[in-house]
C-alpha cells in the first residue's frame, strides 16, 4: 500500500521536453532526435480544415461520433481534448458515483499519471505486478489497467479482462482500462462490449471505463483528441464535468477523417510493424537483453539507464528515462531516424555507460 502523495507536488516529468534538453546539452532543438514519447513518427496527413473549424464554437460532430463507433466498435463513447484530461477528473467522479471509500489497484510499472491522480484525491493505493489477485480484490474495489501497459508493453487479452471484468461486476466495483496504445492490436480491445449489441450478456457495463488516444498511433498528439468508452450514465456524468466546446473543431475535423480512414490505418500498422521490428533488432543485438514494448515503443530494462540516457542525450537523441531508474523507452524512429540511433549506439560513449 502506498502513502498518499501530497497535491502540491511537483508535476511528473513527462518525454517531449525538447526544449529543456535542448539548454541543458546546449545542442539546438532542430539537431536531435526526438524518441521520448511513444508517438508515431509518421502523422496522419491533414489536409485544408475550413474556416468554420476555426471561427465556430465547436459542436460536437455527428462525423467524428459515426467514425469513432465504427473504428471503436463500440455505440457507447464521449469525444474528449486526450485522455489526460479524464484520468485527471476520473476520481472526483467515482466519488460521485459511490466510490469514496474504495480501494484503487494500480500497476507498479505504468503511466505514473494515474497515480497522481488517485492518490491526490485521497483513495487508497494498491500495487500490483502483472496483474492483480483476483482473490485479494474486494467489494466495491477500483482496477486500472493499462492495456498494453507503457512502459513494460504488457499486454492482456480481451479474455483475460472479460473474466476479470465479470469477477468485479459481481464485487460491484470498477474496471478502467487505459487503452491508449491500443490501436496496433485492436483484437484485444474491450471497447466491443460497451455497444449496443454486445452479445456478453452477463457484462455489467457500468462496471467498465476505457480510456482511448488518437495522438499516439496516429501521430496527431497535438490535437488533444481521445475518447472515454463507457456507459450512458458515466457519459454524462464526464460530459458535465468537462463542459462545453471541451474538443476544439479543428480537432474534431481531422479526428473525423483519421478514424475513418481505414485504407491509411493499415498501412500505418504496416510501416509501424517493420520499424519496431528493426529497432527491436538494433537493441538486442547491441545491448544482448530481452527488450519489451509495443509497435509504438521499445524498452530496454539495464542497471545502466541513467547514464546511457545521458551518453544518448549528447549525441543529441532524446529517449525516456523510465520512472524507476532502470529503463529506457525508445519511441519508434522513421528509417533515417533508426540509421542515426545505430550508430549513436556503436560509440565509445556509449560502451563507456555500460561499464
Not at 461520433?65 to 463500440?74: E, I, K, P, V
Not at 469514496?100 to 505486478?129: C, M, S
Not at 490505418?265 to 510493424?273: D, I
Amino acid at each position: 500500500m502506498n502513502e498518499n502523495t501530497s497535491p502540491n507536488e511537483p508535476a511528473l516529468v513527462h518525454g517531449g521536453q525538447l526544449g529543456e534538453m535542448a539548454k541543458r546539452y546546449h545542442i539546438a532543438r532542430q539537431n536531435w532526435l526526438d524518441l521520448s514519447t511513444g508517438i508515431a513518427p509518421i502523422s496522419y496527413p491533414v489536409g485544408l480544415i475550413p474556416q468554420a473549424c476555426w471561427q465556430r464554437l465547436p459542436q460536437p460532430s455527428n462525423a467524428l461520433l459515426s467514425a469513432a463507433r465504427h473504428y471503436y466498435r463500440s455505440t457507447h463513447l464521449l469525444a474528449t481534448p486526450g485522455s489526460q484530461s479524464i484520468i485527471q477528473i476520473l476520481p472526483q467522479l467515482c466519488k460521485q458515483r459511490g466510490f469514496k471509500a474504495a480501494r484503487v489497484w494500480l500497476p507498479i510499472v505504468g503511466y505514473q499519471e494515474h497515480r497522481k491522480a488517485w492518490q491526490n484525491a485521497d483513495f487508497i493505493t494498491l500495487d500490483y505486478t502483472d496483474s492483480p489477485d483476483v482473490n485479494l480484490i474486494g467489494q466495491g474495489d477500483i482496477v486500472l489497467i493499462i492495456n498494453p501497459n507503457n512502459p513494460s508493453g504488457k499486454l492482456h487479452t480481451s479474455a483475460q479482462l472479460t473474466n476479470l471484468l465479470q469477477m468485479i461486476s459481481v464485487k460491484n466495483g470498477l474496471l478502467i482500462i487505459d487503452e491508449a496504445f491500443m490501436d496496433a492490436t485492436p483484437e484485444h480491445s474491450m471497447a466491443p462490449l460497451l455497444s449496443a449489441n454486445t452479445t456478453h450478456k452477463q457484462i455489467n457495463q457500468d462496471a467498465l471505463l476505457i480510456l482511448r488516444s488518437v495522438g499516439k498511433f496516429f501521430g496527431l498528439a497535438g490535437i488533444r483528441l481521445g475518447f472515454v468508452i463507457a456507459s450512458d450514465d458515466w457519459l454524462t456524468l464526464i460530459m458535465h464535468a468537462l463542459g462545453p466546446w471541451s474538443v476544439n473543431g479543428p480537432a474534431q475535423y481531422v479526428g473525423a477523417q483519421a478514424l475513418a480512414d481505414k485504407h491509411w490505418q493499415h498501412a500505418q500498422r504496416e510501416v509501424l510493424n517493420n520499424l519496431s521490428e528493426v529497432l527491436h533488432n538494433v537493441l538486442t543485438t547491441i545491448f544482448n537483453v530481452p527488450v519489451q514494448g509495443t509497435t509504438l515503443f521499445k524498452t530496454l530494462l539495464t542497471a545502466h539507464a541513467p547514464a546511457l540516457f545521458d551518453a544518448l542525450c549528447k549525441q543529441g537523441i532524446y529517449v525516456r528515462l523510465c520512472d524507476e531508474g532502470n529503463a529506457l523507452r525508445f519511441g519508434i524512429p522513421d528509417e533515417q531516424g533508426i540509421e542515426r540511433l545505430r550508430k549513436a549506439l556503436g560509440t565509445k560513449n556509449i560502451r563507456d555507460a555500460m561499464k
